[in-house]
């Protein structure tokens, strides 16, 4: 059934508090990332949230309350900014009130720290991966003499290819720009001149040294490094604050970008260029280090573990080394390790699937293993499966750990940024692409069987019954006492089957419970019967007693409303079993269904015995 987005989009806002709560709001791959005033509103409502059809889950983390959508959340998205006068956290240089620099505004040092490193480069990933695939692609065209890598249209493909990684510091310019409420425009003057042909003619090698206002300057090539750009835009975002105190309104509109150019260019040469520059390095090279002498270590940790940092958002700060290893070294070795558990995740779906008794969880299991498969994209099993059954997560851990640590002792490496998948191997073709072969073979194996072999536990359980409920139309009994075919009642109405088929029971207590769940259809001004309605359309008629409709209402108490829905098992009605007896009535009810649907029918009491033989006219 398709989903209708705008009734989502409506229901979701309503829950988060209303519009007047949501500060600003964005979206991932595959969640809406609302910054809230009040986030116990939303808290409050978290359980009906989850419960939306075309809600994976609910994360709060990094100061955000996240909903998980999945695949759509880009419409879910639209659906929302089309209806409410929300403020998209992708605004505009003219933003004058709350942005996305207020996501990096909450919490300690750190969570501010991982916040903004997520609003920089949230907005920029789908590029670096469609680019990265593009890559990919190339990769196999001329590994395969499908396209020459002489060709023209190669040198245009390749350059699609190329543009993403070669330019990131001005993509990372314009979104640190937005993040730090600095001007885009003159931002990206400022880094772009660190790529501008008259500049990049200087470098004839790292560390040549230049004389800048008489001062040595040394030179770097930035082509698809990521930390100096950050930096300088930081600085720059405090300098434009400074500058727009000092310099007077009547020219500020062209003193301050003139300004900014002569402070920020020979300062980003000089000093916060080199420092990005050596910083990213030594980062790389750390790692790269660790990797090289403690592979399977670091293996196991990333693919163990990476799942977790993702839940918390704080794998964005490992994003930025991945790209800078790629840029400054030419290949990755964290990246096989977070295919690991990118695998581990895609192996829990099949085995969800194939352990599940549930139709909307095998649902829910076959239509995420495709985009993790095919796309690289795990949230709708993390939130959906794994986090909610709890075993399947210790399955994928102990999968992405074991397949980590084989990928990460043998050195396995990534040439192009990409999401893992199926999709995105030539990304990591190479002398070691046979151990990435194996390696996310083992996650996803491995991962399957554990999740199969672990179960679901009591959730999974429950959820089976449910199922075999809804599928057969487990009715319980209504009262607890003596079942008895409906033939014997003593009355010729009920007994001739002129009102459908049914059962009939004794009562030994005067509690008239619902046998299924439904809404309460009718409820007769006497109390002494009950009109319920089924998922299906299936109405069942509940009837206390034979004749007792002359006693008006005495000796009933009606603890349910007409149209109010009910559960198995709630109590709908009271009466007094003593009484009806003593006023010579014969207390027998009557569980009628009025209306069938094709469905099978099952009547199970409360011991576990079958009565679905009574069900007879």
């Known amino acids: 059934m398709k989903t209708d987005y705008k009734k989502l989009a409506n229901q979701i806002v309503t829950a988060v508090g209303g519009e007047g709560n949501v500060i600003n709001l964005y979206h991932c791959v595959t969640r809406l990332r609302f910054k809230l005033k009040d986030v116990s509103l939303a808290e409050a409502n978290k359980a009906q949230i989850e419960q939306l059809t075309g809600v994976i889950s609910v994360v709060e983390a990094n100061g955000q309350f996240q909903v998980v959508i999945g695949n759509a959340v880009a419409d879910v998205y639209d659906a929302v900014m089309a209806q409410f006068s929300i403020k998209s956290a992708l605004g505009s240089d003219d933003d ?19 916040n903004v490193i997520s609003s920089i480069f949230n907005p920029i990933i789908l ?27 190669y040198s245009i493909l390749s350059a699609a290819g190329n543009a993403c990684f070669y330019f990131l510091p001005l993509l990372l310019a314009i979104s640190a720009a937005r993040v730090f409420k600095a001007n885009q ?13 008259n500049f990049t003619s200087l470098v004839t090698k790292t560390g040549t ?48 970008p003139l300004a900014a150019l002569l402070v920020m260019v020979p300062l980003t040469v000089l000093v916060l260029g080199p420092i990005g520059v050596y910083v990213g390095s030594g980062i790389g090279t750390a790692i790269n280090f660790v990797s090289v002498h403690s592979g399977l270590l670091a293996g196991l940790i990333v693919g ?40 581990a995740s895609a192996g829990v779906a099949l ?87 194996i390696g996310i073979t083992l996650a996803f194996v491995l991962s399957a069987v554990l999740t199969y072999v672990l179960g679901l536990g009591k959730v999974g359980q429950d959820e089976d019954v449910q199922q075999f409920e809804a599928n057969n139309h487990v009715l319980s009994l209504p009262v ?16 001739s089957g002129a ?46 007693g034979i004749n007792t409709v002359e006693l008006n209402g005495q000796y009933f108490t009606a603890n349910v409303k007409q149209g109010n829905q009910v559960q198995r098992g709630q109590l709908l009605a009271t009466f007094d079993l003593s009484a009806l007896i003593k006023a010579d009535y014969d207390p027998t009810v009557m569980m009628i269904i009025t209306e069938s649907s094709e469905t099978e029918l099952k009547i199970q009491g409360l011991n576990g015995d079958d009565y679905s033989g009574l069900l007879v006219n």
């Open 96 to 114: 004058t009130d709350q942005s996305v620099e207020e996501t990096g505004q909450s919490g300690n040092l750190l969570t501010r720290f991982f």
């Open 127 to 153: 590029a670096l991966a469609g680019s990265g695939m593009l890559k990919a692609v190339l990769v196999v065209l001329t590994t395969y003499n499908l396209m020459s890598a002489k060709s023209t249209t």
């Open 185 to 197: 425009f003159v931002a990206l003057c400022i880094v772009g001149a660190l790529l501008e042909p």
């Open 209 to 256: 040294t230049v004389s800048l206002f008489g001062l040595p300057a040394t030179l770097m090539n930035y082509s698809g490094t990521v930390i100096p750009a950050i930096i300088a835009i930081y600085v720059y975002a405090k300098l434009e604050k400074m500058l727009k105190l000092a310099i007077p309104k009547s020219i500020e509109i062209f003193a301050l």
């Open 304 to 343: 163990a573990f990476w799942t977790y940092l993702v839940m918390l958002g704080i794998h964005w700060a490992v994003v930025p080394i991945m790209i800078n290893n790629i840029a400054t070294l030419g290949y990755d070795t964290i990246r096989p390790m977070v295919a690991a558990a990118t695998f």
């Open 351 to 437: 085995g969800v699937f194939l352990c599940s008794k549930n139709k909307n969880t095998k649902s829910l299991a076959l239509s995420s293993l495709f985009p993790a498969l095919l796309g690289g994209i795990t949230e709708p099993i993390v939130y959906g499966l794994s986090v909610k059954y709890k075993r399947p997560l210790i399955a994928q851990s102990i999968a992405g750990g074991i397949a980590g640590a084989f990928m990460g002792a043998l050195g396995t490496k990534a040439f192009v940024y990409v999401f893992p998948a199926i999709t995105t191997l030539p990304a990591f073709f190479g002398s070691t692409f046979i151990y990435y072969l």
């Open 480 to 495: 607890q006492g003596t079942v008895e075919a409906l033939a014997d009642v003593n009355d010729e109405v009920f007994s």
């Open 499 to 544: 009102m459908g088929a049914g059962v009939a029971v004794v009562p030994t207590k005067g509690e008239l419970v619902a046998p299924a769940a439904g809404t309460i259809s009718a409820i007769f001004p006497t109390k002494h019967a009950y009109g319920l309605t089924i998922a299906d359309g299936t109405e069942i008629l509940l009837h206390i």
